[in-house]
């Protein structure tokens, strides 16, 4: 019985011992089992982006771009071993939503990091839980006042809106030497349209002249037409669509049933190859500055997108501009978590978008870099005018940068 006794508890110390000595010393696997979102075979990243709002016909492609770059990463091994697993909430495109959305994948899901769309303002209100629970987090390309000041945890790779509307400015004076033009703003009435109403100023009052006109169209709006007089009595020549796809193609239908033909020059999510199907003639003066190359193009990283892209999806020839942007930025993601390394943890991979310096990506966008106090990727643009015949939209310069 002794001796019985005494095998028990030789038993019971040695297992103290190997479980203190796993403790102490942990393997491989063991760094990241209290990684939030982080298995021995997965890693989750939380999604929201407007699934059932009104800017899905923007974010929706987006998120698909996105799930298929991830698709195609797992369906190459995935990383270190890991398969991605992506959880995508809908918020709608309202800050609430937004809100309740990134609470649940932190504290219900415990994702690894998160890819953003959403809106400026949910942005805003979504800073201090980004600061708070250190989540890492790519957004999408949006106002500077998410970026500057750098906050820790959040990134964006894209031009920013005031940046965006800088090089509208640039176009006018610059390049097309025009003087003294009558320039005016269609916005919605949102925080992502009072930052271009702001910079549109600012940047009047710096060329010396004024704002020759400012209005409002309403998210979903399918008629501009009083905006669309209003901007026609004063004499504008140059018209800034600081909008969605929506409400850029309801201002320019109208504008053309009144015959005001003035020229266009959208902000990114003003339009795409979308919108001069939605508007075909009337789109002719439409030209549009965007972050990110379009699908026709045949720049090496397009050419092996429509490449991958048409194996998940072989009877859909084309896909929207947007898609791109989403593609891009997940190989944002992507890279980041690839210099990490096998063992996961948020504050390496905060160090890991850090790294970023001119990281090239084949043509779909402009050199990226990051840095302890960059959190916005880079300001490169490219300006597209539309093709009506062809209903695509063609690139006029090469990439390019604001002046001021």
């Not at 998120?63 to 091994?77: E, I, L, M, P």
């Not at 790519?138 to 920013?160: C, Q």
């Not at 033009?181 to 009052?205: C, F, M, W, Y």
């Not at 409400?247 to 239908?253: D, H, K, L, M, S």
Request: charged share 25%; glycine share 10%; proline share 4%.
């Amino acid at each position: 019985m002794k001796k019985r006794l005494s095998r028990v508890l030789l038993n019971h110390s040695l297992l103290l011992v190997l479980v203190s000595l796993c403790i102490l010393f942990p393997g491989k696997e063991g760094k990241t089992t209290d990684v939030h979102g982080v298995s021995g075979d997965a890693i989750k990243i939380g999604m929201i982006f407007d699934k059932t709002g009104p800017t899905v016909a923007i974010q929706g492609p987006i998120a698909d771009g996105a799930k298929t770059y991830f698709k195609y990463v797992n369906d190459r091994g995935g990383i270190s071993g890991r398969k991605l697993r992506w959880i995508h909430e809908d918020d709608r495109y309202t800050i609430s939503r937004q809100v309740a959305a990134f609470k649940k994948l932190v504290y219900r899901d415990r994702v690894y990091a998160m890819y953003l769309g959403g809106s400026t303002g949910g942005g805003l209100a979504l800073q201090p839980m980004i600061q708070k629970e250190k989540i890492p987090v790519l957004g999408a390309p949006s106002s500077d006042i998410l970026v500057v000041p750098p906050r820790r945890y959040f990134f964006t790779n894209g031009t920013s809106y005031e940046d965006e509307i800088k090089i509208l400015f640039d176009y006018i004076f610059d390049r097309l030497k025009v003087k003294n033009p009558r320039i005016g703003l269609i916005r919605a009435d949102t925080e992502h349209g009072k930052v271009g109403s702001r910079t549109a100023n600012n940047q009047a009052e710096l060329r010396q002249i004024k704002m020759e006109g400012e209005e409002v169209v309403a998210p979903g709006a399918l008629d501009a037409t009083s905006q669309v007089m209003n901007m026609k009595m004063a004499k504008v020549d140059y018209i800034i669509l600081h909008t969605t796809t929506g409400n850029a193609a309801a201002f320019i239908r109208s504008a053309y049933k009144l015959k005001f033909h003035p020229i266009y020059l959208g902000t990114k999510y003003a339009g795409g190859e979308e919108l001069v199907k939605l508007t075909g003639n009337a789109a002719k003066n439409f030209y549009m500055v965007n972050s990110f190359s379009q699908w026709y193009e045949d720049v090496p990283g397009v050419v092996k997108l429509r490449e991958v892209t048409g194996q998940y999806y072989p009877k859909e020839k084309v896909k929207p501009g947007w898609f791109v942007q989403g593609w891009t930025q997940a190989v944002v993601v992507i890279e980041a978590i690839k210099r990490v390394g096998r063992d996961l943890n948020q504050e390496d991979l905060v160090r890991a978008y850090e790294s970023f310096k001119d990281f090239k990506t084949d043509g779909l966008t402009g050199p990226i870099t990051f840095g302890p106090n960059i959190r916005k990727g880079g300001d490169y643009v490219r300006l597209y005018r539309a093709n009506v015949e062809r209903r695509k939209l063609i690139p006029i310069t090469d990439w390019m940068r604001p002046s001021q």
